[in-house]
């Protein structure tokens, strides 16, 4: 029985610890808090928490002397109260009260002191000369209530939506951003007006609207309409309203009729792309992150006095489009982050440097160095990978095998990051592949080791060897004498210099594979070589440095070309070197994986396409 208890005590979900407001109500004793309804209010509901309250309050003595109100016939500034339930700093009477009342209702509640301000740790000062020990009574007339969007935490900007929008995104810097906005007082005094004619146009992020305006614009969606409350502080000059009087709060009445997407790729505002044309489904969820078969039309202009159109493919490709595949260094970069970053039937006018154009790409004849580029890019359609869910394993390996050899052909071409990415991309894949016997299994294990291989040269050659490293470790840590494993950690050791690591993979090598014997002894052989010459750059670099005698001081120099042993120069010295034996290559096809697609799985190598994303590669994949 007693086991049944605990069991049912374990399952028992947790109760919230009660919040501050909570805390506060139970202070509230029979008696000391009393209600009279002055005039009904209207609806079936008062607010509660989370929704925006907006009343007159006016306070008086039990013998009627006024103390103080909002309203401007008994000397306030005509300013009702806004605070929002939950977030806001009330006195507990009210806190208490006001959800008890409806839309447009009057009340009078009477307060012993311990409700108003002189509460024990009242979160609320009383105002000088405030009778806080006395019994008051607080009129209140409710306005009006309604669920907010609380921009700032200190409630100096609050949304009320009045229109859902449309869609999900919204404008951020530097969006261009067409809207219809006007202005009034807290009693509704027009102070401006653009609601005719052509909607305000204004670039997010350039403090063209007052501060607050902004950061609540930023919380809406096209074809949004909401009011804007916005507090002093927040209030800054702007080309919108040049002056600002003194005002406590502005109202800003809102419609966000469009917006369009501008992105700066780099963040440093030298590749930026434009949309001039929405395309269709939603953004990112719909654009081809994943490398993808894409299908595309541009203009490419050269950014100079002339602005001349260099290529046109409806006029220079018999009006075809371009058909390329992402994730494999056949376009510009700058082209192809911001191609990923589009939506089917979207055009945009992208602006790019020149060492993300040409400058590190074939360069068409008609295009000078150092050129700055603009492309009007329209995509038309992509194709996303094959989804290997559902299908065989030897489909599945046939597919992997397909994407290695881009791999391979990408590390060919010099494109390491490509490759790397392509490698790196199915091993996420084979996280999620079962084989289902012993046979399978080899085939998946050979296959994977590979990968893991080629990871590793593609980090030598970007001279990365303490990653190259560990990336052999990952095959060697499971099987110590993979013969592949040893040779490419130890081509990795010698790179970086540690020289006795190295030769004791190349000789074991030997000891547990003895048909790599002319390997390793070459391998061996150049490991010596390289000692040697480093031997001989250390002897000229500290000659004489012990020949002096007691007291004189010895400069260490290099040779007559001022040789300078470094970690960066014995990189330079055997980098590029690890593939010279035809042991190295382990980019030959696995068993029972012929090639027979040319799809790729992989995401872009480079940071800065997440990074102009806002989000985080890890969270993406």
Same mark, same amino acid.
């Given at each position: ?216 614009? *930023? $919380?809406?969606?096209?074809? %949004? &309409?909401? #009011?804007? /409350?916005? @507090? ?6 702007? !080309? +919108? ?58 203009? *490419? $202009?050269?950014?100079?006095? %002339? &602005?001349? #159109?260099? /290529?046109? @493919? ?6 075809? !489009? +371009? ?71 030897? @489909? ?226």
């Amino acid at each position: 029985m007693a086991a049944n208890e605990d069991a049912a005590q374990e399952f028992e979900p947790k109760k919230k610890p009660p919040t501050e407001d909570e805390k506060r109500k139970k202070k509230i004793t029979p008696g000391s808090l009393m209600k009279a309804l002055m005039r009904p209010g209207g609806g079936d509901a008062g607010p509660s928490d989370g929704d925006q309250i907006i009343y007159h309050c006016t306070i008086r003595t039990l013998d009627g002397v006024l103390v103080e109100s909002t309203r401007s016939d008994y000397g306030g500034k005509g300013t009702p109260i806004r605070h929002v339930l939950g977030k806001s700093k009330m006195l507990l009477g009210l806190l208490e009260g006001i959800p008890t009342m409806l839309k447009g209702e009057v009340a009078m509640f009477k307060m012993k002191h311990q409700l108003h301000y002189g509460e024990d740790d009242c979160p609320i000062s009383a105002p000088d000369g405030f009778p806080k020990e006395d019994e008051l009574h607080f009129e209140i007339e409710l306005i009006d209530f309604f669920k907010a969007k609380v921009v700032t935490d200190d409630l100096g900007v609050v949304k009320k939506v009045v229109q859902e929008g449309q869609g999900w995104e919204s404008p951020r810097e530097p969006y261009e951003v067409k809207a219809w906005i006007s202005a009034k007082t807290v009693t509704g005094k027009l102070i401006m007006s653009h609601t005719e004619g052509e909607p305000y146009l204004f670039t997010f992020g350039k403090s063209e609207l007052p501060k607050g305006l902004e950061m609540a614009i *930023g $919380t809406m969606v096209r074809q %949004e &309409k909401a #009011v804007i /409350y916005v @507090t002093t502080q927040y209030l800054t000059e702007s !080309p +919108l309203m040049p002056v600002i009087e003194d005002y406590d709060e502005v109202h800003f009445e809102v419609e966000l009729v469009h917006f369009i997407q501008v992105r700066d790729m780099l963040g440093d505002g030298c590749l930026i792309k434009r949309r001039i044309h929405d395309g269709k489904g939603d953004f990112p969820m719909d654009c081809p992150l994943h490398d993808s078969l894409l299908r595309v039309h541009y203009k *490419g $202009t050269v950014l100079n006095e %002339e &602005k001349k #159109v260099f /290529y046109d @493919t409806r006029v220079d490709n018999d009006g075809q !489009p +371009l058909e390329f595949s992402s994730g494999e260094g056949l376009v510009p970069e700058g082209f192809e982050m911001s191609v990923r970053l589009m939506l089917p039937g979207e055009i945009a006018l992208v602006t790019c440097p020149p060492d993300y154009a040409y400058d590190k790409f074939p360069r068409p004849s008609n295009v000078p160095e150092g050129a700055h580029i603009q492309w009007e890019i329209e995509l038309l359609s992509f194709e996303t990978p094959k989804d290997w869910t559902g299908l065989d394993f030897k @489909t599945i390996m046939n597919e992997a095998e397909s994407i290695r050899n881009t791999g391979n052909k990408l590390f060919k071409e010099g494109k390491y990051e490509l490759a790397k990415a392509k490698y790196e991309k199915l091993l996420r894949e084979f996280n999620h592949i079962n084989p289902q016997d012993d046979e399978e299994g080899k085939i998946f294990a050979d296959t994977r080791n590979l990968l893991h291989l080629n990871v590793a040269a593609c980090h030598l050659k970007l001279g990365e060897c303490k990653k190259s490293i560990e990336t052999c470790n990952k095959v060697l840590d499971a099987n110590p004498a993979h013969v592949k494993g040893l040779y490419r950690r130890g081509m990795a050791y010698m790179t970086a210099g540690d020289f006795e690591e190295a030769g004791a993979d190349f000789k074991m090598m030997m000891k547990v594979d003895k048909s790599t014997e002319s390997d390793a002894t070459a391998a061996l052989q150049k490991l010596k070589q390289k000692e040697q010459e480093v031997e001989k750059k250390a002897r000229k670099q500290f000659k004489g440095l012990f020949d002096k005698k007691p007291g004189e001081i010895a400069e260490a120099k290099g040779d007559a070309d001022g040789d300078q042993i470094t970690s960066e120069s014995l990189k330079d010295e055997v980098h590029g070197d690890s593939d010279e034996t035809s042991f190295e290559d382990s980019h030959e096809p696995p068993p029972e994986a012929p090639r027979n697609s040319w799809f790729s799985l992989f995401w872009p190598s480079g940071r800065r396409l997440f990074e102009s994303l806002g989000l985080n590669r890890c969270a993406i994949l």
